[in-house]
């Protein structure tokens, strides 16, 4: 497979850079072929501004998704930008890593995802009609592709769990899981998150390596998170709800996970 890691930690020795020189090494001796964007040695523009459409007029009114859209579609982008898109078409597999800070992910990253999800690119992709909101959630340009979330927090696990008092991590991680990840078409493998930084020494450290190893194994396998399709039937449109009759009574980010585990949101 080929796998792009977009790695976000300012520090090359600390605990995530351990992790993703393991990650190289066990996805390249497993025979994958891997490409790194190493953010903060990229020294990666976080700022979505005018200056990502080299076509943009001084003076001219900027408008985020319009001159993404026409940078896009007429070849404008800044250079970072369009490189990073190359990549994310080269992978059959993207892993996101990073340590939670203030309960989601560096703004470094987070300005990766709203400058390389360029309109046309990232969203605005496909036929958008009262009949259709386009291609999103399920499909668009990444369709196809696989991701998963590498994610350290200095937090207990059980302050993640189910009445923990930081919220559970499937809701936290809702929004790049589903909303960054799912939307333009990845299927999104279960997030390996490691609990508790501030207490690992070596021999924990050994067991979340295997446990890593393992997770990076499966890449290729692991059924993803069976979130529901945008378009296979299971929401009214335009209103994007869920139909009456899909998982009635529930609300939240788990309804919009299919609770029956089916991998193929299409059949049902
Ligand atoms: P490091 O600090 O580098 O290392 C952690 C431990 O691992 C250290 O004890 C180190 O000795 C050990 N270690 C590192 N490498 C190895 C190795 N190769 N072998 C053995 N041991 C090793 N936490 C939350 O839970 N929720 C939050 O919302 C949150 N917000 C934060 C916001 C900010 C701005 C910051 C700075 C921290 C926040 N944290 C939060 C904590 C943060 O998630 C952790 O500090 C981070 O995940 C730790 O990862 P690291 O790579 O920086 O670890």
Known sequence: MHVLLVYAHPEPRSLNGSLRDFTVRHLREAGHEVQVSDLYAMKWKAALDADDNTDHQPGARFDPALDSGHAFEHGTQSADIAREQDKLRWADAVILQFPLWWFSMPAILKGWVERVYAYGFGYGVGEHSDARWGDRY??????????MLVVTAG??????????????????????????LYYPGFDVLPPFVVYRTGRVDEARFAGIRDALGQRLDGLGTTAPIPFRAQNAGAYDIPALTLRPGIAP????????????????????
């Open 138 to 147: 399920g499909e668009g340009t990444l369709a196809g592709k696989r991701a």
């Open 249 to 268: 009574g529930r609300t939240g980010f788990a309804a919009h996970v299919d609770a029956r585990g089916s991998q193929d949101q299409r059949q049902g």
């Open 155 to 180: 937090g207990w696990e059980s302050h993640y769990g189910p009445r923990g008092i930081n919220g559970p991590i499937d809701d936290l991680l809702f929004p790049i899981q589903h909303g960054i």
